[in-house]
């Protein structure tokens, strides 16, 4: 079980206290967005090695999308804080439906990976990429102000870095006044 805090819940599926799951994310959402990217570039260019680019991006978007699933899917199932959350069913159902527009857009482009960003893969992509960035808000949800695996220490060893600054002083020693983001 998850170890609660202060202010938020250890991650069971961590590795020194650091969650897998916050850390293996990027890689799917990498990998997915940047498919859309190279949709767009083949668009652009009419170049088939960006059609080829983006089937490989969505194969390795799925692969490593069930990667980061397993430690989120862990932390899930052991951390009845997470499974108490709406934010958490919403984030997960969300992703799930993500891979299978992935794996549908996989096969849209399994015999033409031009002709098939031309017909729906454009369109998939482009769904996957709206909801990945909201599964993602829903991630930083369940991080942030959930405390899902983001939890402050508050150590000696951990307090010597954290640092109060005076937003007064920083502003001055660039030449601004505070507050007001000009020169």
Same mark, same amino acid.
């Given at each position: 079980?998850?170890?609660?805090?202060?202010? /938020?819940? #250890?991650?069971?599926? +961590? %590795?020194?206290?650091? *969650?897998?799951?916050?850390?293996? &994310?990027?890689f799917p959402v990498a990998f997915?967005?940047?498919?859309?990217?190279?949709?767009i570039a083949f668009l652009a260019v009419q170049d *088939?090695?960006?059609?080829?680019?983006?089937?490989w991006l969505l194969i390795a978007g799925i692969a490593t999308a069930l990667v980061a699933?397993?430690? /989120?899917? %862990? $932390?899930?199932?052991?951390?009845?804080?997470?499974?108490?959350?709406?934010?958490s069913w919403a984030h997960m159902v969300a992703n799930l439906v993500v891979v299978a527009?992935?794996?549908?857009n996989? !096969?849209?482009?399994?015999?033409? *990976?031009?002709?098939?960003? #031309?017909?729906?893969? &454009?369109?998939?992509? !482009? &769904? #996957?990429?709206v909801l990945l960035l909201f599964s993602g808000w829903l991630g930083g949800e369940l991080a942030y102000r959930y405390g899902i695996g983001?939890?402050? $220490?508050?150590?000696?060893? +951990?307090? #010597?870095?954290?640092?109060e600054v005076d937003r007064v002083d920083v502003a001055k020693s660039y030449g601004r006044r505070s507050g007001s983001g000009g020169v």
């Open positions: 079980m998850g170890m609660y805090h202060r202010h /938020g819940v #250890q991650s069971t599926a +961590a %590795i020194a206290g650091h *969650p897998l799951h916050h850390m293996l &994310i990027v997915l967005i940047g498919a859309l990217g190279t949709d *088939p090695f960006w059609a080829l680019v983006s089937y699933a397993v430690p /989120g899917l %862990i $932390d899930f199932v052991t951390i009845d804080r997470v499974r108490n959350v709406w934010v527009l992935a794996l549908i996989v !096969g849209v482009r399994l015999d033409d *990976p031009a002709a098939g960003v #031309q017909g729906w893969g &454009i369109w998939l992509s !482009g &769904i #996957q990429t983001a939890i402050r $220490d508050y150590s000696p060893k +951990a307090e #010597q870095f954290h640092v």
